[in-house]
């Protein structure tokens, strides 16, 4: 009997799989319409270039590969130029990194660390640095760490009448601020050096550091925003994908908690959510909001707030069953003392719903979070999508929405559209995300996704803390489906969130 009771499970977890490879299989039809339909940026951030060389190496692409990479395409540009003297300015980045590996394939020349060995970063940058070390034993390769300006007097002295190449890889897209010193003086001396010397050839390493008035900038991949106009581009092997799928990298680029942060500072989220017939949807919210914002009020009715008595929450209370117009002025009201609002979760869908959602979001003006029932009742026709949205549908909600895929500069408000892929898009951007499994499609995992986004989007971009928050509540499901299997409740997956974040800080 328990043999043919195993199939027969057996059998529904194929069918299930099948399905979902059969839908995987539209939602990449969707994701390849909407890359079309999105325009691929031609320009990055610095910021936007650290999250694609980070899910490069979320793809399995060893960040000392595209150090290696970086530096040759570097030397092969400049390898015939005609010079007496080599200087490769190093930062203690990986940008320093690069100009390690240019070094190396240069075989001769003086590299000059702006800093300590033991101030340089980064593991393929260390790597790289060492092997400088073991051929200056030997060859022609000079290095020297510095701490100020003027211990590179002699050098500037030498450059002033020399063929001579200087290589800029003090800072690349890691640049944060004014450039600090020793930075700002030698950047200086090598702009008044090109003044007096013609013969002296500058080339920065992906982006000039500061004003650098460099001949030729190689940057990699794809221009950067701050690059200047004589920059080329070169492949280092980081596929498309890197800029395509969500992985750590969107992760290291959330808003870091600040430490000296007073209560309130990391975010604060209200709920407006649950009725007579779903209580338990708006506190799997909250909960899951909690994990990482620093306040989490829940505004519902009478029910909700009588079972409720958990002092992680504010609680605001309505009279009746469902929220309703009636509730809107005062729903506005206390949303005043909150970054985001998560909306719809165990709304319930009738009149008295619609005519809240409604006539809310007409009012409300801040970072919403729209999810499940809210998404229902909301009427599509002329409807602002705007930027300050999160909408979080699965698929059917999605084809209720009835988005325009020909009009997508409309829709300004980011769409995680989940499934066994989950795809995040807007207007100008989309992603799809491969963590998670069958387990997440229980009851509840949506509204704990609702309000992971929520908390995330109270101090981050919208486009971000959707990638993040689908990342973060996949993630969490696949350590528990490592765990207990496919039996895990969404409760399980809120107390996992602090997991991943562990992992990935
Ligand atoms: N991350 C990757 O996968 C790859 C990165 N590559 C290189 O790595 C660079 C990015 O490296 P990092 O993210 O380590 O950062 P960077 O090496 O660009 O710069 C960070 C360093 O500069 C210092 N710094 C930042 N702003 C400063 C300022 N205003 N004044 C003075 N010092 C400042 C920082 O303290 C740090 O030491 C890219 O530009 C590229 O050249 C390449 O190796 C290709 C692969
Ligand atoms: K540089």
Redesign the pocket.
Known sequence: MLKHYICLIYIIINIVEEFSIKFCGEIMELFNILKEKIKEKEVVT?KE??I???N??FLG?P??L??????KVVYEEIKDIEAEEYVIFC????????GF?VARHLGKGEVVL??KEG????Y??RENFKILKNLAEFGNIKIREIRIAEEVEDIFERLKDKKAVVVD?????????????P??TIVNKINELKKINKDLFVVS???E??NLESDLTI???KR?TINKENAIVKE?G?PKEAEYVVGWGDLKALRKRDSRSHKGQNGKVLIIGGSRDFFGAPILAGLAASKIADLVGILSVDDVVDKLNNPEFIMYRVEGDYLSSKHVDYALDVAKKYDVVVLGNGFGVNDETKAFVNEFLLKYDKKAVIDADAIKVIDYNNFKFSENYVFTPHRKEFEYMNIDLNNIEEIKSTIVLKGKYDIIFNANNVKINKTGNAGLTKGGTGDVLAGLIGALFAVNDAFISACCGAFINGYAGDLLLKEKGYCFTPLDLIEKIPNVLKIFE
């Open positions: 610095p270039m650290a694609i060389d980070d490069a190496e692409i960040k000392i595209l150090m290696e990479n970086a530096g930062g203690t980045g990986n940008n320093g990194g690069d590996v702006i800093g101030e340089i970063k980064t393929e940058a890889a003090m800072i690349g897209t890691g640049v944060k601020g004014e450039l600090r010193e930075f700002k390493v992906d982006v550091t500061g940057t990699f991949y950067k280092i980081i």
